[in-house]
């Protein structure tokens, strides 16, 4: 770990990022104090790793604009390999934390953690050790074979093509991620035709399908 610690906190709710950062400078003991940034969108992450790629760990929340459940962790493992990322999360049922783990986090911190327990699971993860709760170990299954390997090729989509992979999963129709993405629908027909081909799928209808086991049941709207 380098003396000029940095960190990404990857959540939309900025009331929570606030909270975060000033938990983790209250309970962090550090050679220097962190460098905590923030993003509020899966795009905003990729710029932000972009320019930074020294960070030494993000701290991700499931459900971000721009991805779906795990859609988010598993194309920035591929973008970014050697990053560790730590899922941040009120969905921390069992099944959840077992399949982030399966996906390639670093670890599941869950959002009702008490701040100095937070504060010595981010410091095991800077170190470089994992971080899961009890709860990985009561899972009794975590991702399936077809799942996994849709995941993998997810990491292969550049963070362009993840974009217009997101804006598919959502239903929208060439014409409308041009509009929203200002680019040509030439343009748009050419990306959807690159990640059907690298996520190893017919057409949209197989993406929508496939995208839907990696989504994760928002905790704060299933009340």
Do not use: C
């Not at 899972?139 to 598919?168: C, K, W």
């Not at 929208?172 to 996520?199: C, F, G, W």
């Amino acid at each position: 770990m380098s003396t000029d610690t940095k960190m990404i906190i990857a959540d939309d709710h900025p009331l929570f990022r606030t909270a975060l950062q000033q938990t983790l400078q209250a309970e962090l003991t550090l050679p220097a104090p962190p460098q905590l940034l923030q993003a509020d969108s899966i795009d905003a992450v990729h710029g932000l790793l972009g320019q930074h790629p020294d960070t030494d760990l993000v701290l991700l929340d499931l459900h971000m604009p721009g991805a779906h459940g795990f859609s988010g962790l598993a194309n920035l493992r591929g973008v970014f390999p050697t990053i560790p990322i730590a899922i941040i999360s009120a969905s921390d049922q069992p099944h959840v934390v077992r399949q982030a783990a399966d996906l390639g986090a670093s670890g599941f911190i869950p959002k009702t953690l008490a701040p100095a327990a937070l504060g010595r699971a981010v410091a095991d993860l800077l170190a470089g050790a994992t971080w899961f709760t009890d709860a990985l170990n009561q899972a009794s299954e975590g991702i399936d074979q077809a799942t996994a390997q849709f995941a993998e090729r997810l990491a292969n989509l550049t963070p362009h093509q993840f974009r217009v992979y997101t804006m598919i999963t959502e239903g929208m129709l060439n014409k409308q991620i041009a509009y929203d993405l200002n680019i040509s629908e030439p343009t748009v027909k050419a990306h959807v035709t690159a990640i059907l081909r690298k996520l190893g799928v017919r057409d949209r209808k197989q993406v929508i399908i496939a995208a839907g086991a990696l989504a994760v049941e928002d905790a704060a709207n299933s009340l």
